[in-house]
């Protein structure tokens, strides 16, 4: 059975930073991009970082960029988010995803797996 595990989230006060980590088990991903998204009350689940399968290319939501860093370890078969400068619109629940492709995936729906979610709250 594929699990993807996200730990990390919390709350912290503007300006800080948290690193969010995402085991996979059941398979290896490391052949496979993975993601992160993050989904704020009221509204739709948006795209935040992807990864490809080497760790060569990511990308990143223009409203992440230069604060956010996504990286991966394939031997531990996990995948981190680093979150620094933090803004209370950063609040969220953060997703975790694994895609069956290799190349950096932007949308949701390219992504097979999910993790159950871990709550990023920044206080203002």
């Known amino acids: 059975q594929v699990q993807l595990v996200e730990s990390g989230g919390g709350l912290v006060q503007a300006g800080g930073s948290l690193r969010l980590s995402c085991a996979a088990s059941g398979r290896t991903f490391s052949n496979n991009a993975m993601g992160w998204f993050r989904q704020a009350p009221g509204k739709e689940r948006e795209f935040v970082a992807a990864?490809?399968?080497?760790?060569?290319?990511?990308y990143y939501a223009d409203s992440v960029k230069g604060r956010f860093t996504i990286s991966r370890d394939n031997a531990k078969n996990t995948v981190y988010l680093q979150m620094n400068s933090l803004k209370p619109e950063d609040t969220a629940v953060y997703y975790c995803?694994?895609?069956?492709?290799?190349?950096?995936?932007?949308?949701?729906?390219?992504?097979?797996?999910w993790g159950q979610g871990t709550q990023v709250t920044v206080s203002s």
């Open positions: 990864i490809s399968e080497s760790g060569g290319s990511t």
């Open positions: 995803a694994a895609s069956l492709v290799a190349r950096v995936m932007l949308i949701s729906s390219a992504y097979n797996y």
